[in-house]
Every structure is written in structure tokens, then in C-alpha cells.
């Protein structure tokens, strides 16, 4: 996490001028932790979905359960345990993954970075309370289909932001509304961004 961030951080230093930050899922969390780390190089925060570590920790005995699988050579099973024990995709959507091979077999070769990933989100520990400093606007992002978690862990995060703009729900879409609606998600940037950096 703290090396993306710094990743994050030489971008916009780079860049020079302030920026508006956004962020889907674990990018999410890596934007709000670059806004914590220098606010002054943005001028608001857009978050896709966080997957915060809200009352427990994100993935906790499962998580070591899918490093476990993973270390022992089987992605598979490692990816399983993600999907449906940490991310909240249902039965049927897990079913349907697995009976598609070029997709089972990209999500077996995604698994070492996301159970990396998963890894460094739980590190920052849990509670929100470190985001109640945070001097940006930001606007939340949301789908309407997406696992009820998210948009919980979504609204616990609402609840703490000094600076919240607005909390949007694309009714007809989940997670991964910047790949299927693309067009929805730039509209919400675009209108976020008019206000914020007009």
C-alpha cells in the first residue's frame, strides 16, 4: 500500500498541478490513502466501492486461507476463496466464472496480485476514524448491484467524510460499472470534476 502510494504521489507531483483523484475498488483505498498522505495535490477524491475494513478486518481467516491455497500452488482455489469469501460473489456468479475457461483461467492468473492485494488493503487495520481528517471534497460512487457489503462499508465511510459532496448509486450496475457502463461512470467524473475544479 505505502508503495503505491508513493506511485500515486510522484504522478501528481509530476503533474504539478492539483488533481482529481479517482479510485475503483482497492484503487479506491490507495486514493484515499494518497489524499491522507499529501491533500494538497488534489482538489477532491472520487471513490468507486472501497472495500474498507470497516468492523473486522477485510478478508482475516479466509485471507490467510487463500495465501495458504495460493502458496501451495493453487491459484484456483485461492481465487474461490477471494470471490466468494472476501469479494461476496454469489454461488451462481462463481459458478458461472468457472464454467467459462478464459475467464477461470484469467482470474486463476490474477490471483497473486489480488490476494497480494487483499493483503496490504487488511494491513491498514480496521476503522474508519483516520479518514474524519480528510479535507477534500469527495463523492462516493456506488452500484445498485453490487455484493450489500460494499455499499455498506460505502456508507460507514459516508458517515465519517468532513467534506462528503454526494454518495451516487448507479441503480442498474455493480462493481464494475467502469467496464460495462463506462459512459455512466465519465459522466459522474465529469460532473464531480465541474464542480470541484471549475
Known amino acids: 500500500m505505502a508503495a503505491e502510494v508513493r506511485d500515486v504521489l510522484a504522478v ?10 479517482v479510485g475503483h475498488s ?3 483505498v490507495v486514493a484515499l490513502q494518497s489524499a491522507l498522505a499529501a491533500p494538497s495535490r488534489f482538489t477532491g477524491i472520487l471513490l468507486y466501492e472501497p472495500p474498507l475494513a470497516v468492523v473486522e478486518p477485510l478478508g482475516g481467516e479466509a485471507l490467510r486461507r ?4 495460493l502458496d501451495a500452488g493453487d491459484p484456483g482455489r485461492a481465487i474461490t476463496i477471494h470471490a466468494r469469501e472476501i469479494a461476496g460473489t454469489s454461488g451462481f456468479g462463481l459458478a458461472v466464472m468457472r464454467l467459462v475457461p478464459p475467464i477461470w483461467q484469467v482470474l486463476r492468473g490474477y490471483a497473486p496480485a489480488q490476494i497480494t492485494d487483499d493483503e496490504a488493503i487488511e494491513s491498514l487495520g480496521v476503522g474508519l476514524d483516520r479518514y474524519a481528517r480528510l479535507d477534500l471534497p469527495v463523492l462516493l460512487l456506488g452500484g445498485g448491484r453490487s455484493p450489500a457489503h460494499l455499499r455498506a462499508r460505502l456508507d460507514a465511510l459516508a458517515a465519517v467524510l468532513p467534506r462528503l459532496d454526494s454518495v451516487v448509486i448507479l441503480p442498474r450496475q455493480g462493481h464494475l460499472a467502469n467496464l460495462r457502463a463506462p459512459g455512466e461512470v465519465a459522466q459522474v467524473i465529469a460532473s464531480f470534476a465541474d464542480r470541484v475544479m471549475g
Not at 501528481?12 to 483523484?21: C, F, I, K, N, Y
Not at 487463500?66 to 491455497?69: D, E, K, L, M, V
Request: glycine share 12%; aromatic share 0%.
Open 12 to 21: 501528481a507531483a509530476e503533474v504539478g498541478a492539483p488533481l482529481l483523484l
Open 26 to 28: 482497492s484503487g479506491a
Open 66 to 69: 487463500a495465501r495458504a491455497a
